[in-house]
C-alpha cells in the first residue's frame, strides 16, 4: 500500500496536483498528465499498479461530476452514448486482460506520432468541432459508436495515455458534435473505462482506498471548476484547452519513448 503521510507538505501538494487534473480533464481530458507522474514522483517505492489503481479511483469522482453538470446543459444523443459506453466497458477489460502478454514497444514509438498528427489536424480545421450536427439514429452510426468506443476502451486498458483525446475528436469527426458536446459525451465513455479499471486494479488488492478517496474530494473540486468554465465560455475555450493538452501529451509521450529506448540503444 501506499504509505502516505497527511502531515507532510508533499501529500498536500499531491492534493493539489488532483484538483489540477480534474479541471483540465472535465475540460478535455487529460488529467494523467497532471495526477499520475504526481503519484509516481511521491511515491518512487510503491507498486506501479497500485498507483495506476489509485489514480483511476481518484479520477472516476471528478469525471461522473464533469459528466452531470455537462448534461445539465447539453442533450446527447444516446444511441450513440449507449452502445459507446457498452463497448469500451467491455473493451477495456479485454486490453487490461491481454497487456501483460504483450510488448508495448510499439506503441511508445507510434504514440507521439499518431498525437502530433492528430494536433496537425486539428489546428489544420478551424471550423473542425466549431458546429454540434449530430446524426440520426442509424444502424451505420451504431456501428461506428460500438467499434469506436470497443477499439478506444481496448487501448486504454491495454495502454491509456491519450485516451480522452482520442474519445473527443472521435466523438467530433464521427458524429459531428462540436467541442463541448464531445467533451461531455467523452466523461461519460471515460468514467466506464476507469470503473472497468478499477474494478481489475482492486479485485489484485491494487488500490489505496484511502489516499484515493482523498484525492477523489479535489479531483472533484477541480472538475466543478473546470466544466464549470467549460459551460461558461463554450466551445472555443473547450477546443483552446484539447490543442494545449495534446500538445502536452505529445512532450510528455515523446520524453517517455526516449528513455524507454535510449537506453537500449
Excluded: C
Excluded at 494523467?32 to 489503481?53: K, M
Excluded at 446524426?135 to 491509456?160: C, E, T, V
Excluded at 466506464?192 to 479485485?203: D, M, Q, R
Excluded at 484511502?210 to 472555443?236: E, K, T
Amino acid at each position: 500500500m501506499i504509505e502516505a503521510d497527511f502531515y507532510h507538505w508533499s501529500t498536500w501538494l499531491l492534493l493539489v496536483a488532483a484538483a489540477g487534473a480534474g479541471f483540465v480533464d472535465s475540460v478535455a481530458g487529460g488529467g494523467g498528465l497532471i495526477q499520475v507522474p504526481s503519484l509516481f514522483a511521491l511515491y518512487p517505492n510503491a507498486s506501479p499498479a497500485t498507483l495506476l489503481g489509485t489514480n483511476k479511483l481518484a479520477s472516476i469522482g471528478g469525471t461522473l461530476i464533469a459528466a452531470k453538470r455537462y448534461l445539465k446543459s447539453v442533450k446527447l444523443p444516446y444511441f450513440i452514448i449507449i452502445p459507446a459506453i457498452l463497448a469500451a466497458f467491455l473493451g477495456s477489460f479485454a486490453g487490461a486482460a491481454v497487456v501483460r502478454n504483450v510488448s508495448l514497444d510499439v506503441f511508445r514509438a507510434l504514440l507521439p506520432l499518431i498525437l502530433l498528427a492528430l494536433l496537425i489536424y486539428t489546428v489544420m480545421q478551424p471550423a473542425l468541432g466549431a458546429a454540434h450536427v449530430p446524426p440520426s439514429s442509424s444502424n451505420r452510426k451504431i456501428g461506428q459508436a460500438l467499434l469506436m468506443g470497443g477499439g478506444i476502451g481496448f487501448y486504454d486498458g491495454f495502454f491509456g495515455p491519450g485516451t480522452g483525446s482520442f474519445l473527443l475528436i472521435g466523438f467530433v469527426r464521427l458524429f459531428g458534435f462540436d467541442f463541448l458536446h464531445a467533451s461531455a459525451a467523452t466523461k461519460l465513455v471515460n468514467a466506464t473505462t476507469n470503473l472497468a479499471a478499477i474494478i481489475l486494479f482492486a479485485s489484485f488488492g491494487h488500490v489505496d482506498w484511502f489516499l484515493g478517496f482523498a484525492m477523489m474530494l479535489l479531483n472533484i473540486l477541480g472538475s466543478i471548476v473546470g466544466s464549470g468554465y467549460a459551460l461558461r465560455y463554450g466551445n472555443g475555450f473547450v477546443r483552446k484547452i484539447f490543442i494545449g493538452v495534446v500538445g502536452a501529451l505529445i512532450v510528455k509521450t515523446s520524453l517517455d519513448a526516449y528513455k524507454y529506448f535510449d537506453p537500449l540503444m
